[in-house]
């Protein structure tokens, strides 16, 4: 031991063994059984690799559709809402002086009518109705009973005041009546 150089102690290591490669004998149906799972197995492969690709891009198109253009929709909707709102609102006014053609004359009033504190939140239609209502336009004002159809024809007068009416009322009854039946006293 005299020249041999030292070699430091490690810990024990542990030696792998490689085992010796044995040839084994496959028969046709076993070599044909192998290379089908084989190929199944590439098959399944492909479509996890495939459906791994399609789930990256659907991940992508969303994050796509979380950012600008989201913004640019949203304010699509606002100007077609806007553009809507309006369309209805044209709409409702033809309607109203379609029914109410008197509202056409005074449409600014109308307008400065819907638009008072307490007549705000009414809808077209009935804010017309109380306009029309208020100003007295929606139905011709009723006179009252109607007017006598009995001709030209004047009452006799009978010549005589109230006061001698009720004096010959008072003392002469029967004369009073036959007075009265043949219209010359007049009961008024």
């Known amino acids: ?42 098959q399944n492969f492909e479509r996890a690799k495939k459906a791994e690709q399609e ?10 559709l979380d950012t600008a253009p989201s913004i640019m929709d949203e304010e699509k909707v606002r100007t077609i809402e806007g553009e809507l709102a ?31 504190e307490d007549n705000k939140g009414m809808s077209i239609k009935t804010a017309a109705k109380a306009f029309l209502t208020e100003k007295g336009l929606l139905d011709p004002v009723r006179k009252g009973l109607e007017k006598p159809t009995g001709g030209d024809r004047a009452p006799i007068s009978s010549g005589m005041t109230s006061d001698e009416a009720k004096k010959l009322r008072e003392t002469d009854y029967k004369k009073y009546m036959d007075l009265l039946k043949k219209g010359l006293i007049n009961v008024a």
Not at 91 to 105: C, D, F
Not at 109 to 116: G, M, V
Request: aromatic residues 4%; without cysteine; charged residues 35%.
């Open 1 to 42: 031991m005299e020249n041999e150089p030292e070699v430091p102690v490690t810990q024990n290591e542990p030696v792998v063994e490689i085992p010796e490669i044995k040839e084994v004998a496959l028969s046709a149906e076993e070599i044909a059984d192998l290379r089908h799972k084989a190929e199944v197995s590439s």
């Open 86 to 116: 309006e369309v209805k609102s044209k709409l409702a006014r033809t309607e109203v002086i379609e029914q109410y053609p008197v509202l056409k004359e005074t449409w600014s009033d109308f307008e400065s009518f819907r638009n008072s």
């Open 55 to 64: 789930a990256k891009e659907l991940r992508e198109s969303l994050a796509l």
